[in-house]
């Protein structure tokens, strides 16, 4: 009945010649999972030296998924993953997974000469023992780039090995992800007192020859040891590092600091959009006040920078400081952050990372509108950790007031109220996506239930800046057990997870315990 309302009114502004608007976004619906990951290509490799090497790894798992749609043919999707997760930082190499139809079926294909067993060598400079913080786009003409961190776990005294080295890679592919170039290096550090770490790549939405490489380079305390797993409050300072292609890749522009806010203060989750109007807009978590994280007190802010002349000069000093973020349990004693609600055992998400998308389309009617997303705790007192939205209209510099997006039920314990790790994409329309984890279905018992979910709006029919305006809808038909997954600093899945607008449709490309594997990368379509 609902509907037939809202197409007489429809027939009725048409008949009329206004504009339609409809009452409501339509509802979506999931079709059902599709496996993506298998069992590890590096199973049979020794030449990381496994047993050698300080901390846990877990085979057959894959973590830490992220995705990206192909301009010209929705049907081609090429996401990549952590392959075999460390405890301690890190996983044996990086994968892609690539589907010709559409999410249907897909291939694995592992990216080539950034570890050791990727084939990477000296002589090739892809001798590391790990990768981690996989990140891909495309270009306009529908050319692939892959992002990658390659680095050594400094190795204690009694393991020979790692030297704390680290690198990020670029690699690329001309025939839809099946097959991937030699990497070509962006930067090294080979003191382990610098980390290049959480970067991410942005291929120009309409020139093939531009491709946006940005990431934090951390500096550490004189005397320190490199250790990826504690990013937040070890270093002096750790600025935004860029590089950039003008020539599709073949050739880079040395990596250089393009912000640095100064002494006991770092950046981190750097990720570049291109506006309507061609402007850069790099978005990221600005930590300002890092000391020591045994009595520190750090403050996060979405802050942004942008650049009118593609990522030659930033302009500095925008920040979003009414969307502090407040709640980094593993970072901040007084934090909230995600927690096992039986056990108190951390669960690691995307809490210190925030994510950002761009309508660019000239069929959506916010064409122009600039999105963010984080985990915020001030919806509840600082009681759990929910998502946060907020959206510009004038390309950053103002913002709507925060809101809570996720629709997790408020009549259970608050430990299930607890969702976490945002991502967010834009549909062809204009239509908002945001996915995330949470523990709604949760009961005390053995297992920690999780289920993934997406809410949407449409701004053809709200401002999206009410909590009432997002419809959800769960992508997993059953509950998965947190506590099967990888442990590295609490039960992980990733720092981020991926989602996209194939077509008409979003594509969710998450991981998750499935039966006896710890964690598996799984994708997800789901729209009206």
């Given at each position: 009945m609902r509907r037939s309302v809202a197409l007489a009114g429809l027939l009725f502004l048409v008949a009329a010649g206004l504009t339609a608007v409809w009452a409501d976004p339509p509802t979506f619906i999931a079709d059902p999972l599709v496996q993506v990951s298998g069992a590890s290509l590096f199973a049979s490799c020794t030449a990381d030296d496994v047993a050698h090497q300080p901390g846990t790894n877990v085979l057959n798992s894959e973590v830490e998924?992220?995705?990206?749609?192909?301009?010209?043919?929705?049907?081609?999707?090429?996401?990549?993953?952590?392959?075999?997760?460390?405890?301690?930082?890190?996983?044996?190499?990086?994968?892609?997974?690539?589907?010709?139809?559409?999410?249907?079926?897909?291939?694995?294909?592992?990216?080539?000469?950034?570890?050791?067993?990727?084939?990477?060598?000296?002589?090739?400079?892809?001798?590391?023992?790990?990768?981690t913080d996989p990140w891909v786009t495309f270009a306009p003409n529908s050319d692939v780039y892959f992002f990658s961190l390659s680095l050594d776990i400094e190795a204690p005294p009694g393991?020979?090995?790692?030297?704390?080295?680290?690198a990020q890679f670029v690699s690329k592919s001309t025939n839809g992800g099946m097959a991937w170039s030699d990497p070509v290096k962006i930067i090294e550090d080979t003191n382990p007192r610098f980390l290049n770490d959480k970067q991410s790549i942005t291929a120009d939405p309409v020139d093939l020859n531009f491709v946006y490489a940005v990431w934090d380079r951390l500096k550490i305390p004189l005397g320190a040891i490199i250790n990826p797993e504690h990013v937040i409050g070890f270093g002096f300072q750790g600025p935004v590092y860029f590089?950039?292609?003008?020539?599709?890749?073949?050739?880079?522009?040395?990596?250089?600091?393009?912000?640095?806010?100064?002494?006991?203060?770092?950046?981190?989750?750097?990720?570049?959009?291109?506006?309507?109007?061609?402007?850069?807009?790099?978005?990221?978590?600005e930590v300002l006040g890092a000391k020591n994280p045994k009595n520190a007190t750090f403050v996060y802010n979405v802050s942004l920078i942008r650049s009118t002349d593609r990522g030659v000069t930033?302009?500095?000093?925008?920040?979003?400081?009414?969307?502090?973020?407040?709640?980094?349990?593993?970072?901040?004693?007084?934090?909230?952050?995600?927690?096992?609600?039986?056990?108190?055992?951390?669960?690691?998400?995307?809490?210190?990372?925030?994510?950002v998308a761009a309508d660019r389309s000239p069929a959506s009617p916010a064409q122009g509108a600039l999105y963010a997303v984080w985990q915020d705790s001030r919806f509840?007192?600082?009681?759990?950790?929910?998502?946060?939205?907020?959206?510009?209209?004038?390309?950053?510099?103002?913002?709507?007031?925060?809101?809570?997006?996720?629709?997790?039920?408020?009549?259970?314990?608050?430990?299930?109220?607890?969702?976490?790790?945002?991502?967010?994409a834009i549909s062809p329309d204009g239509t908002i996506g945001v996915t995330y984890y949470d523990f709604r279905n949760n009961t005390a018992g053995p297992t920690l239930s999780t289920d993934y979910f997406i809410v949407h709006c449409h701004p053809a029919t709200s401002s999206c800046t009410s909590s009432t305006a997002w419809v959800e809808t769960q992508?997993?038909?059953?509950?998965?057990?947190?506590?099967?997954?990888?442990?590295?600093?609490?039960?992980f899945t990733g720092d981020y997870e991926g989602l996209g607008a194939p077509g008409t449709k979003f594509g969710a490309f998450f991981s998750m315990p499935h039966g006896t594997d710890p964690a598996s990368v799984f994708f997800g379509r789901v729209g009206p």
């Amino acid at each position: 009945m609902r509907r037939s309302v809202a197409l007489a009114g429809l027939l009725f502004l048409v008949a009329a010649g206004l504009t339609a608007v409809w009452a409501d976004p339509p509802t979506f619906i999931a079709d059902p999972l599709v496996q993506v990951s298998g069992a590890s290509l590096f199973a049979s490799c020794t030449a990381d030296d496994v047993a050698h090497q300080p901390g846990t790894n877990v085979l057959n798992s894959e973590v830490e998924p992220i995705i990206a749609v192909d301009p010209r043919n929705s049907q081609n999707l090429v996401g990549g993953w952590q392959q075999d997760r460390w405890s301690n930082g890190g996983s044996r190499g990086l994968v892609a997974g690539v589907s010709t139809n559409g999410g249907t079926t897909w291939t694995q294909v592992v990216i080539p000469k950034i570890t050791l067993c990727s084939g990477g060598t000296s002589a090739n400079g892809g001798d590391f023992q790990r990768a981690t913080d996989p990140w891909v786009t495309f270009a306009p003409n529908s050319d692939v780039y892959f992002f990658s961190l390659s680095l050594d776990i400094e190795a204690p005294p009694g393991f020979p090995g790692g030297n704390g080295k680290n690198a990020q890679f670029v690699s690329k592919s001309t025939n839809g992800g099946m097959a991937w170039s030699d990497p070509v290096k962006i930067i090294e550090d080979t003191n382990p007192r610098f980390l290049n770490d959480k970067q991410s790549i942005t291929a120009d939405p309409v020139d093939l020859n531009f491709v946006y490489a940005v990431w934090d380079r951390l500096k550490i305390p004189l005397g320190a040891i490199i250790n990826p797993e504690h990013v937040i409050g070890f270093g002096f300072q750790g600025p935004v590092y860029f590089s950039r292609t003008t020539d599709s890749g073949r050739t880079w522009e040395p990596a250089r600091a393009i912000y640095n806010p100064g002494a006991n203060g770092q950046t981190i989750g750097n990720q570049i959009v291109v506006l309507a109007d061609g402007t850069l807009v790099d978005l990221f978590n600005e930590v300002l006040g890092a000391k020591n994280p045994k009595n520190a007190t750090f403050v996060y802010n979405v802050s942004l920078i942008r650049s009118t002349d593609r990522g030659v000069t930033w302009t500095h000093g925008q920040a979003i400081r009414a969307a502090q973020l407040l709640s980094r349990a593993a970072f901040e004693p007084d934090g909230t952050g995600v927690h096992d609600p039986e056990t108190g055992d951390p669960v690691r998400t995307g809490d210190i990372i925030p994510q950002v998308a761009a309508d660019r389309s000239p069929a959506s009617p916010a064409q122009g509108a600039l999105y963010a997303v984080w985990q915020d705790s001030r919806f509840s007192n600082f009681a759990h950790d929910s998502i946060a939205f907020t959206k510009s209209t004038d390309g950053g510099f103002t913002w709507s007031a925060p809101v809570q997006i996720n629709q997790t039920p408020t009549n259970i314990p608050s430990g299930n109220q607890q969702a976490f790790t945002p991502s967010i994409a834009i549909s062809p329309d204009g239509t908002i996506g945001v996915t995330y984890y949470d523990f709604r279905n949760n009961t005390a018992g053995p297992t920690l239930s999780t289920d993934y979910f997406i809410v949407h709006c449409h701004p053809a029919t709200s401002s999206c800046t009410s909590s009432t305006a997002w419809v959800e809808t769960q992508l997993t038909s059953t509950s998965f057990d947190m506590r099967a997954a990888p442990f590295a600093r609490g039960f992980f899945t990733g720092d981020y997870e991926g989602l996209g607008a194939p077509g008409t449709k979003f594509g969710a490309f998450f991981s998750m315990p499935h039966g006896t594997d710890p964690a598996s990368v799984f994708f997800g379509r789901v729209g009206p």
